[in-house]
């Protein structure tokens, strides 16, 4: 069976993805920046399996023997449903693969905007680490005392709610409806919003979440508040945090996610000293690669054998 390993592949992933032919898959590695490449592999290919690139009509149409499409994660706003509907392949996705990562480097993301890690580190290679501008001294802050909230309570916030309790932080959430196993208290966005010292998001990407914190929605922050994006990009309205950061009524970001991807080097939030940056990676870790190889070669399996698929979307 051939599959495509549609991203970058470090050399000990590579060899193991190498091993699988043992197990009947040929398994070609293409980086999402090589286009040319991926066509070409996709016109025998009968499995993508796919991280970050979308995965548009163009792209399904030149891939004549492809049978599936099995996301290396859990959002699948990233392919084009409907033409894989049509030309019936099917997608599935990964739930809780990955949770453990993303709540780390949530974590990662809160501590490091909060002690200005990046800052530090900056100052310290350029020769000034201890003589950096006294006003930051004011901006530096723990978790422990703060009012964390969680926008959308699914397996990653249930990983990352309980460490931030143990860290001394109080833990609200909002969700489509309370979660009566769950000790976080509950609220409705808004007032979650206008409470929280930390927001940090963790819903899918739907049409009735695109530009969740929308500006109007951004301004009920309290002043000095951080928000955390490791969901998608396109939740948050850029132009609007920007604003709001270089003001200084927010007190700093930390993001994996971007409404495009990769960023422009031109994007206005790079500028900002007070944003921590991550090229999409909250997830990247040998561990959830491991979960994740062990779902898709299962899934190819399946397919094989001609049953039913763990995950199915499509």
């Avoid at 739930?95 to 990046?118: D, I, K």
């Avoid at 397996?155 to 109080?170: I, Y």
Wanted: include cysteine; glycine fraction near 8%.
């Amino acid at each position: 069976m051939k599959v495509v390993w549609n991203y970058v592949a470090g050399p000990a992933f590579e060899r193991r993805l190498a091993a699988l032919a043992d197990q009947g898959l040929d398994v070609a590695v293409c980086p999402e920046s090589d286009h040319g490449r991926l066509v070409e592999l996709l016109a025998e290919a009968e499995v993508l399996w796919h991280c970050l690139r979308p995965v548009d009509a163009r792209l399904l149409e030149a891939a004549p023997r492809l049978r599936l499409v099995q996301k290396i994660g859990v959002g699948v706003n990233t392919i084009d449903l409907d033409t894989a509907r049509a030309r019936n392949v099917a997608v599935c996705n990964m739930p809780g693969t990955n949770s453990r990562a993303v709540a780390e480097h949530t974590l990662a993301l809160m501590l490091a905007v909060l002690r200005q890690v990046p800052r530090f580190d900056a100052d310290v290679r350029a020769g000034r680490g201890w003589s950096w501008p006294a006003p930051r001294q004011d901006a530096l802050g723990e978790l422990g005392g703060r009012t964390v909230g969680l926008v959308g309570y699914g397996s990653v916030p249930r990983v990352l709610a309980p460490v931030l309790t143990t860290l001394g932080a109080r833990v609200v959430y909002t969700a489509r409806s309370p979660k009566p196993d769950v000790s976080a208290h509950y609220r409705e966005l808004e007032s979650l919003l206008a409470e929280a010292d930390v927001v940090s998001l963790h819903v899918p990407l739907r049409a009735e979440t695109e530009g969740l914190l929308d500006a109007r929605r951004l301004a009920l922050l309290r002043p000095g508040a951080v928000l955390i994006n490791t969901a998608r990009g396109a939740l948050v309205d850029e132009t609007a945090l920007r604003d709001a950061l270089a003001q200084g009524r927010l007190a700093g970001a930390g993001l994996d996610v971007f409404g495009t991807e990769p960023v422009p080097a031109d994007h206005p939030l790079i500028a900002l000293d007070n944003v921590v940056l991550a090229p999409h990676v909250a997830w990247l870790t040998g561990e959830t690669l491991d979960n994740s190889l062990a779902v898709a070669v299962e899934n190819c399996r399946r397919l094989a054998a001609g049953e039913e698929l763990l995950n199915r979307v499509v």
